[in-house]
């Protein structure tokens, strides 16, 4: 009996551990998006000239591991991570015009998160798309350049993610990722939607229908739908 109380007392504490982490983490990013983030621009200079904020969140994000079967908390970590790591990757080859100025900044480069050594595609395409068919991924992954979505200046929290995700979409398909020509019936959408056509098109719908989920002022589904193309300057205050 006293083995089994001691068991239990160790999986609780344990438990109470990882909770504290996972909040400090949320707490602490949310904390630096205040300070470092403002109209979807990022404070580089500011973060390059004192970079421990930045250095401390993602070590407490290096111990942090969790189960994909707690979708909210898992999500969320996952999204802060990738922002934070590519910033922290902006930073690291500071100053640069754009993260694709520096060779395998997606795909070779890798971060030391949630007990894993991994690369910023891996995070997008591997642990987040490749677990859940959720396209708004697209809205508030942000990959350090001007044609991405808008970096936000709070942290992704579990209790609020859903809404946070359904927003920056929002946000996206009402603003400067469309663009639209109701007289000629012309429809220009940021490049995302063509190399990730099938996350929008799930469910036999197309990218319109995708898009007037999310709109306020609907499309014909008649529209000619092209691509214009992505901006890759470094998205920088």
């Not at 004192?50 to 290096?62: H, T």
């Not at 798309?129 to 808008?150: E, I, K, S, Y």
Request: one cysteine or more.
């Amino acid at each position: 009996m006293k083995k089994q109380f001691i068991i239990l007392l160790i999986a609780l504490i344990s438990v109470e551990g990882f909770s504290q982490e996972l909040n400090a983490f949320f707490s602490k990013a949310d904390a630096f998006f205040k300070t470092n983030v403002s109209n979807g621009k990022v404070a580089y200079s500011k973060i390059h000239a004192n970079q421990d904020e930045l250095s401390n969140i993602l070590k407490i994000a290096e111990g942090i591991s969790i189960l994909k079967n707690d979708a909210d908390n898992y999500q969320a970590f996952w999204i802060n991570a990738y922002n934070l790591s590519v910033i922290k990757g902006i930073i690291d080859n500071y100053p640069t015009n754009s993260p694709l100025d520096n060779a395998g900044f997606f795909d070779k480069t890798t971060y030391s998160l949630g007990g894993k050594n991994i690369t910023l595609n891996d995070i997008e395409h591997k642990l987040l798309r490749g677990q859940f068919n959720d396209a708004r991924f697209h809205f508030v992954l942000v990959c350090g350049a001007v044609g991405c979505p808008p970096l936000i200046n709070q942290a992704y929290l579990p209790s609020t993610l859903n809404a946070q995700l359904d927003t920056q979409t929002k946000i996206a398909l009402n603003g400067s990722f469309l663009r639209v020509n109701a007289k000629k019936k012309r429809l220009q959408a940021s490049q995302i939607m063509e190399w990730y056509k099938s996350d929008f098109t799930m469910n036999g719908k197309s990218e319109i229908d995708f898009i007037n989920t999310y709109r306020t002022e609907k499309l014909d589904r008649k529209f000619k739908l092209t691509y214009f193309p992505y901006d890759w300057r470094v998205n920088k205050q």
